[in-house]
């Protein structure tokens, strides 16, 4: 099954350079990009991407890392696109993330944690939404 999905890199891989590096890993998995820009994410943008976490201590934190620089948003689109991209982007946690994944081989800390994939078909819609107006 053909399916989208929204994956983001985050402001501590584009300022490290990581966006070719990453892009390359995704178009040689053979999946296609449908949209892709480089731009500094609105407060309604984060607020809406992560709207879970809005009433959570830690999200103020969150909020001004994501202010803290430009992301690069991709939508991707292949076969099954949702599992094998988080596969292939790994778990959030740094330290426990596989090497050969993406987070495995670049993040430092669960924080600083490069990339976002969706986690499900719904989620890549609403995401897609918010970012792409």
Known sequence: MVEKSLV???PDGVSRGLVGRILQRFEDRGF??????LFSPTDAQIDGHYHEH?????YPD???YMKSGPIAVLVLE???AISIIRKMVGVTNAGEADSGTIR???ALTTA??????S???ESAAKEIANFFV
């Open 32 to 37: 296609t990009v449908k949209e892709l820009k």
């Open 54 to 58: 809005v009433s959570k201590g830690f």
């Open 78 to 80: 292949g076969p099954n």
């Open 112 to 117: 600083m944690n490069v990339i976002h994939a």
């Open 8 to 10: 983001f890199i985050k």
């Open 62 to 64: 969150l909020k001004a």
């Open 104 to 106: 495995g081989d670049f």
């Open 119 to 121: 986690d499900s078909v």
